[in-house]
């Protein structure tokens, strides 16, 4: 009887309720994996992020909406590589039975170097987390999030395996261009100084020198001296562009600039899409912006 029951009402619920009960719930940790996670899952998958667009996951606060978001999940999908230092708490405080998928298994972690700027409690030696900015770490992301929906929803594994051939091929698309970007650009004029902490396997993956400001606190705006000290390291390494975000004034950037030869860059997005608005709404544009803003820049 109860049977036939949930079959009754089962028929009666219109077809879009249907496809929506039976949609797999992903909850993704900030807003990158959450586009992975879209591209992959497609419309078999609700996914929801807890760090949403221009969202900083290193210092996020996790709110109550949080542990019921991850509660009513059956997948939860985490970079690791401890960049979500306060999931862990969540997730137990939760009580939910979701699967924890670590995007970054498999890939190899780099170490942060000597004198490199990530954040106050990352050290010389200690894991650098963001994995992403390789677009041939991107694909292996992609490759355990398809696994991970595919184990949660096997009866549509079909699903996931072709979306994700699909989007895979599109960042390989993408990794060739980026590499025709920077064809034409010699090697060792790829250097530029930036206080983003975020592109470290960028630049490994595509021979780009991101060169810390010296003398310069990612806290505050820099001071006179501050801006002395660029310019002579400018001068003295030779280094062709410039994208500091903390130097938000466009008369010291005219002053870097003039008295350098610098060319002054744009934004670069690193831990966080924009909205659909913005100019990184995606991964795949948010790569296409930076190396395009990289390029221009050293090409100048």
Known sequence: MLCAGLTAASAILPASAQQQAAKLKV??????LRDFAGNVGGDRVEVTTLVGSNGDVHV?????????????????????????????????????????????????????????ILSRDR????????????????????????????????????????????????LEALDHDVRQALASIPVQRRMVISTHDAFGYFAAAYDITFVAPEGVSTE??????????????????????????????????????????????????????????????SYIEMVRHNIRTIASALAN
Do not use: C
């Open 123 to 170: 050290g010389a030696g200690s894991v650098d987390p963001h994995g992403w900015q390789s677009v041939a770490n991107a694909k292996v992301y992609v490759a355990n999030i398809r696994d991970a929906m595919v184990a949660a929803d096997p009866a549509d594994a079909a699903t996931y395996k072709a979306n994700a051939s699909a989007y895979l091929a599109k």
């Open 27 to 32: 909850v993704t940790t900030f807003s990158i």
């Open 220 to 281: 505050t705006e820099p001071s006179a001296r501050d801006i002395a000290t660029i310019i002579t390291q400018i001068k003295k390494e030779k280094i062709p562009a410039v994208f500091l975000e903390n130097v938000s004034d466009p008369r010291l950037m005219r002053q870097i600039a003039s008295e350098t030869g610098a060319a002054i860059g744009g934004t670069l997005y690193s831990d966080s899409l924009t909205d659909e608005k913005g100019e990184a709404p």
């Open 60 to 116: 996020y606060t996790p709110t109550t909406g949080d542990a019921e978001m991850i509660r009513n999940a059956r997948l939860v999908v985490i970079n690791g590589l401890g960049l979500e230092g306060w999931l862990p708490r969540l997730v137990k405080s939760s009580g939910s039975n979701a699967t924890v998928a670590v995007a970054t298994h498999g890939i190899v972690p780099r170490k942060v170097t000597v004198g490199e």
